[in-house]
């Protein structure tokens, strides 16, 4: 699907780029990072960067849908974050002068560009707009890191499974809100995304399936009662 897409030559009639991190950024600056960036299309499962290597820029998702996931000491994967299109990637690491403290893979198939760390960290230098959103999305992901701790240590595993529900509804809805859509997700990436075991996973599908609060077509996911999901989600608060 996305093999055909290329993004625009200059970064100001990209349509994600005004709700982008480089939103902040003036025409100027813009046409700065036109010069510099590149992209890269990725398949789904593909690897965009992995964890432990150093960032040579940042990642601007143009099209598609990316996961953020760790492995951890019992060899399980983790997924700690979702991201979509507008969405900017692999700067934390960037700014702490550190490697990925997550590896970055395709979730569908994805077109993504990519800034040189020398010219996003100019850009800071020079717009303090910037600087102050940077600081900001980096506030944000901590306050969202230490919900999701307390939720895996507390927030029983149906409860977690709604919740994922909602955020994978909110990341794959269409534009067009009234639009009929489902959910492409594997019983393992959902299984990581709440911390549990996929036959867990799978067997509390069945259960909302039963309830008629979802459908399943294969890896397909097409959540049929919102408001009822979004109540089971907040049960134990």
């Known amino acids: 699907m996305y093999s055909k897409l290329t993004p625009p030559s200059h970064c100001l009639d990209c349509p994600h780029v005004h709700k982008s991190l480089l939103g902040a950024c003036p025409v100027s600056e813009l046409a700065q990072v036109a010069q510099a960036k590149s992209y890269q299309v990725y398949r789904k499962g593909q690897l965009i960067y ?3 290597s150093r960032p040579g820029g940042i990642h601007c998702i143009h099209g ?3 996961k ?15 991201a979509k299109e507008g969405d ?5 690491p960037i700014i702490a002068n550190n490697t990925y403290t997550t590896t970055a893979v395709a979730l569908t ?36 890191s230490e919900q999701r701790l307390l939720h895996l240590a507390y927030k029983p595993v149906r409860q977690r499974l709604a919740e994922a ?7 794959f809805r269409p534009a067009d809100e009234a639009a009929s859509f489902s959910i492409p997700v594997s019983r393992d990436d959902l299984a990581a995304l709440i911390g549990t075991a996929k036959e867990t996973a799978s ?3 069945s259960d909302f399936r039963d309830e008629n ?4 077509q294969g890896s397909r996911i097409t959540v049929l009662d919102v408001e009822q999901v979004a109540r089971i989600s907040m049960q134990y608060e």
Do not use: W
């Not at 529900?165 to 990341?171: G, I, K």
């Open 68 to 82: 953020l996931s760790r492995v951890t000491a019992d060899g399980k994967e983790q997924i700690v974050r979702l």
């Open 50 to 52: 992995h964890r432990g």
């Open 109 to 144: 198939d994805c077109v993504v560009c990519h800034v040189p760390r020398c010219d996003f960290l100019s850009l800071i230098e020079q717009n303090t707009q910037l600087a102050h959103s940077v600081m900001r999305l980096l506030a944000n992901a901590l306050h969202h």
């Open 165 to 171: 529900l909602l955020l994978l509804h909110e990341l």
């Open 213 to 216: 609060l979802l459908r399943t």
């Open 88 to 92: 900017v990637l692999g700067y934390p």
């Open 64 to 66: 598609g849908k990316v």
């Open 203 to 205: 067997r509390l599908l």
